[in-house]
């Protein structure tokens, strides 16, 4: 049974980072994506960034272009997303999710599976 683990998230002061991971077990995709979602209180799930399995080409929303990194290990069975210069409005729930497609991008819509997330708190 192929699952998604988040973990990594916490609190943190405006201005602190947080490096978020998600680990795939059960099956290793040799291509597809693998993306980051976020959801606040109130609000749609929205796609923060993403990477193709095979190639690393990543995608980034323009709210967070520059501050967070999405990043792949070699065995790819984990995906990092590094957040530096956090803001109280990237506050969330953080979920990885996993796609068949090596161009998913950030649309929701093409991704299958997903894991139980991890809370992300930016506050002073």
């Known amino acids: 049974q192929v699952q998604l683990v988040e973990s990594g998230g916490g609190s943190v002061q405006p201005g602190g980072s947080l490096r978020l991971s998600c680990a795939v077990s059960g099956y290793i995709y040799t291509s597809g994506s693998v993306a980051w979602f976020r959801q606040a209180p109130g609000k749609e799930r929205e796609g923060v960034a993403a990477?193709?399995?095979?190639?690393?080409?990543?995608y980034y929303a323009a709210s967070v272009q520059g501050r967070f990194t999405i990043s792949q290990n070699s065995a790819k069975d984990t995906v990092v997303l590094q957040m530096n210069s956090l803001k109280p409005e990237d506050t969330a729930m953080y979920f990885c999710?996993?796609?068949?497609?090596?161009?998913?991008?950030?649309?929701?819509?093409?991704?299958?599976?997903w894991g139980q997330g991890t809370q992300v708190t930016v506050s002073s």
């Open positions: 990477i193709s399995t095979n190639g690393g080409a990543t």
């Open positions: 999710a996993q796609s068949s497609l090596d161009s998913a991008g950030l649309a929701r819509s093409g991704y299958f599976l």
